[in-house]
């Protein structure tokens, strides 16, 4: 008897849209950050992308995808949503808020939409990986069905040297 495969919300509402990806599953009882599960998993750097929720001067929530590697700046990135700040929103409240856990945390199926920036160099690459929407599950799909699915814009919100 085969196992049964294990669906995230995400994979579901990527199901529903009939939006293609690929997914992986792999060892992971605790957080670890995008580069070590990068490197666990052989994945260049580039295309990988974490998930970062944070909380705006209004308490609205918005969710930004950067690059592994990068750091949000958050002038910028409260200016794309029109707030007039921006600050991480704690971790004692990301799983209420998104119905996700961190290292899990993804754009795609959240308990509510909330608006969603992806850093605009994603649109250059021909596939990228995201969190999958449980620890130890990775999304292979294109930046594009990202976005689709998120309802989410492109914007520069990452700090450039």
């Known amino acids: 008897m ?32 995008g580069i070590e599960t990068a490197d ?6 580039k295309y990988v992308y974490k998930t970062l929720v944070t909380t705006g001067k209004s308490g609205g929530h918005y969710v930004f995808v950067i690059p592994i590697e ?6 910028k990135a409260a200016k794309v ?3 007039k700040s921006l600050e991480m929103l704690h971790l004692k409240e990301l799983t209420k808020v998104t119905g996700y856990v961190r290292g899990g945390c993804t ?27 449980k620890l130890g599950m990775q999304l292979t799909l294109l930046p594009e069905d990202l976005a689709k699915a ?3 814009q492109f914007a520069d919100v990452i700090h450039k040297d």
């Open 40 to 45: 666990k998993l052989g994945y260049d750097h």
């Open 107 to 133: 754009s795609i199926g959240m308990k509510k939409q909330f608006p969603t920036v992806i850093q605009e160099d994603a649109k250059e690459l021909d596939h990228m990986h995201v969190s999958g929407g």
């Open 150 to 152: 998120a309802n989410a």
């Open 81 to 83: 949503v029109g707030e």
């Open 70 to 75: 990068e750091e949000i700046d958050f002038k």
């Open 2 to 33: 085969s196992k049964k495969e294990v669906k995230t919300n995400a994979m579901r509402m990527l199901d529903r849209m009939k939006i293609p990806y690929k997914y992986e599953e792999y060892e992971c009882d605790e957080f670890s950050d």
